[in-house]
């Protein structure tokens, strides 16, 4: 499918009320994998690839993590079948101008690459950028220098 | 998203109006469809304003970083803008949402065969005052746009040897249930 037509597409993807349960599907480890590979492949300044995934499946903490992003997506995000924290981490040199660390460019990157190749798959997603750190960073033992970027749903 | 490859080295020819209004039209569609208000995707084709903004961007220390852009031959210059809040956290989702939607561009840019090279390593204070931005917006990065030169891979020897060469593997990238 062409980049056009993928991002006409998007919108089932990216409005939680649109994924109402009955829609929900499980994820398989392969088309995990799948987005998985397709943000990795995405271009960063240096090739420095300052991003990482973490991959929650279980529904406790699920359910956890669910607390931590606003409320239209978070039960979405505690019924999904996987959920992703896409994670920035520092690297050499780490920003660009002050407010702005090259993670912060980097990963949105790698997102859109995640989003599109989970459209193309036809796999049920939701996402956030609003993510309250400390808490998520908490539950996930993250270490203080990384930063969550979004929390991505699947199925 | 295979087939993206940095590329600094462009023939002259122009890129039509009409793959340019796909390119262009990708990101505002990605960026209407995510409900994302702040970035502007802009293009600018070459003549004065492309000469100001490729001067202004290599100016001082970072011309280190990408000498080749002041002699490029691409038929244009995307740049990633974004209208900047006051806030921390305001200014990181800009910055974030305006990094995806430049990302739709490039590889609508792919998809039609064209080349492309994200930049940020730039004088942005530079290029903002040669080429004023409206409604305030800020300078993310910027890239250069056009056929891919023939006899060649697009890349630049310079450059390249400032850039790791090898891939993660996706098992160093990803972990499960928590960081490890």
Not at chain 2, 104 to 109: E, F, N
């Amino acid at each position: 499918m062409s980049i056009g037509g993928l991002i006409d597409t998007l919108v089932e993807g990216l409005t939680p009320p649109n994924q109402p349960s009955g829609r929900r599907r499980p994820v398989t480890d392969d088309q995990i994998t799948a987005v998985l590979e397709a943000a990795r492949i995405a271009p960063s300044a240096r090739n420095m690839q300052t991003w990482r995934f973490v991959v929650v499946q279980e529904a406790e903490r699920r359910t956890r993590i669910a607390g931590t992003v606003p409320t239209p997506l978070s039960e979405t995000v505690a019924g999904a079948s996987a959920v992703v924290l896409v994670c920035g981490v520092p690297a050499g040199a780490t920003r660009t101008r002050p407010s702005q660390p090259y993670a912060m460019i980097d990963v949105p990157i790698c997102l859109s690459h995640l989003f599109l190749r989970a459209t193309e798959l036809g796999l049920p997603y939701a996402w956030t950028i609003d993510v309250a750190q400390a808490p998520c960073m908490q539950e996930l033992g993250i270490p203080p220098d990384v930063r969550v970027i979004a929390v991505v749903s699947l199925g | 998203m295979q087939r993206r490859r940095s590329c600094r080295q462009f023939e002259p020819d122009p890129v039509p109006e009409d793959a340019m209004a796909y390119i262009l039209g990708c990101a505002r569609r990605f960026q209407q469809r995510c409900a994302f208000t702040a970035p502007r995707i802009i293009a600018v084709p070459r003549g004065p304003d492309f000469e100001r903004v490729t001067h202004a961007a290599t100016r001082g220390l970072v011309h280190l970083i990408n000498p080749w852009l002041t002699s490029t031959h691409a038929s244009h210059l995307l740049l990633c803008t974004t209208i900047q809040p006051k806030d921390e956290a305001g200014i990181s989702k800009s910055v974030e949402q305006a990094a995806m939607c430049m990302q739709v561009a490039v590889l609508a840019a792919t998809e039609l065969g064209y080349g492309t090279c994200w930049m940020a390593g730039l004088n942005y204070r530079r290029v903002e005052r040669a080429y004023p931005l409206q409604d305030g917006a800020r300078l993310i990065a910027m890239s250069p746009l056009g056929r891919r030169a023939a006899n060649s891979d697009g890349s630049d020897a310079v450059t390249l040897s400032f850039i790791a060469h090898d891939r993660r593997p996706l098992p160093e990238l990803q972990m499960r249930e928590v960081w490890r």
